[in-house]
């Protein structure tokens, strides 16, 4: 991704404390702490406050909620201490979604696919629970919100840090901040289609404009690589939504031709940097098309067209050349990469004028002898 957000503290993060109560003191202890009931939630009084309301509720979402963390506090008191260790790790796994992100190997990563056939029982009733938390039927319960705050209340104040206005895994499309009554799309960067016990997590929340969470990444997994023709897949790194470090990924573009008014995507050549990161840039790549983009994007008429007429017009018509329009365009780059595209922008007329579009040719001399210049 081309930048990273700024992780934002938010009321909204007590439902996963909610639900790591549940997976720790009620599921995990199942085998020792007798029949399920209210008093297993005797020590989160908030958590409790929530279940008595569900268990006398008749709404759907609220009979969902608790009618699983019962049926799956069941399942669990069948496990032995192997198997309850083994979930216990994927659990911790699955929201450490920093290391995830980082490859560490010192990370268990469980998907739905790696829970044992012997257990499939289990795996679909966390499948139901895990993929129905992150719904409107359940968090727009008002036992629940009490507790736990809004969503779009945590999307405002989000972006009013998160003021770039401009989807961070793609750069080309703007986001909707805060003076919009409507919001973006949270995406799952763990999808939770594939992974358990992190839907609900904002760690694995990203906001992202509809073609990069609905069009290109949808339920792609980030972090293994496709599968190859031996049905194996691997471990890869990727970049994480909330890296505190900062990173720049530099674009160069060069053409195949100078013709830049027919020009396709068979005749664009991006290479990305810096190597340090090439294993997380090749993975956002594939993850969000971004080659497939950035050179659609650069044979567009609005766009890459219109940005080599941008500077022949400053040429022809303002009396600037080349050389100042671009200098002008790298200083507001610096200043704001992502504004106007200017990160993809810079490197495209960069690539014209190396080619030779913009060469300028000699001004025209007025032959005095021969009588030039104006009539009076």
């Not at 998907?111 to 289990?122: C, F, G, V, W």
């Not at 991006?270 to 650069?298: H, M, S």
């Amino acid at each position: 991704m081309l930048f990273a957000y700024t992780y934002v503290p938010h009321q909204m993060e007590k439902m996963q404390e909610f639900i790591d109560f549940i997976f720790d003191q009620v599921w995990c202890q199942a085998p020792i702490n007798g029949p399920f009931g209210l008093n297993l939630f005797d020590a989160k009084p908030e958590l409790k406050e929530v279940m008595e309301a569900f268990f006398y509720s008749d709404a759907a979402g609220a009979d969902f909620f608790y009618g699983h963390v019962q049926r799956i506090h069941g399942l669990f008191a069948t496990l032995n201490a192997a198997d309850i260790a083994q979930f216990q790790s994927w659990f911790r796994g699955n929201n450490d979604v920093q290391k995830v992100c980082d490859n560490d190997p010192t990370i268990q990563l469980a998907r739905y696919s790696d829970i044992p056939i012997s257990q499939a029982n289990l795996a679909a009733q966390l499948g139901s629970f895990f993929k129905g938390l992150y719904s409107q039927r359940l968090l727009d319960l008002a036992a629940l919100r009490a507790k736990i705050g809004d969503i779009d209340d945590h999307y405002q104040t989000f972006m009013q840090t998160n003021i770039a206005g401009k989807c961070p895994f793609c750069g080309i499309n703007d986001l909707l901040g805060e003076y919009h009554s409507k919001r973006e799309a949270y995406d799952h960067y763990l999808p939770k289609a594939i992974y358990p016990f992190n839907s609900i997590n904002f760690k694995n929340l990203v906001p992202a404009c509809h073609h990069c969470n609905s069009s290109y990444k949808t339920s792609k997994d980030p972090v293994y690589t496709p599968k190859d023709p031996a049905r194996l897949t691997h471990r890869r790194a990727v970049f994480y939504p909330y890296s505190t470090e900062p990173h720049a990924i530099d674009i160069t573009v060069d053409l195949a031709k100078t013709d830049v008014a027919n020009l396709t995507p068979a005749d664009i050549n991006l290479q990305f940097g810096p190597a340090v990161l090439n294993e997380q840039i090749e993975t956002w790549k594939d993850v969000y098309g971004i080659e497939e983009r950035y050179k659609a994007k650069l044979c567009s008429e609005s766009d890459g067209k219109y940005w080599v007429t941008q500077v022949l017009d400053e040429w022809t018509e303002d009396g600037r050349e080349p050389d100042q329009f671009l200098k002008t365009l790298k200083r507001q780059t610096k200043r704001n990469p992502f504004a106007e595209c200017n990160f993809l922008k810079k490197s495209f007329l960069e690539s014209c004028q190396n080619k030779g579009l913009f060469n300028v040719p000699p001004k025209p001399t007025t032959n005095i002898a021969s009588g030039g210049g104006d009539n009076l």
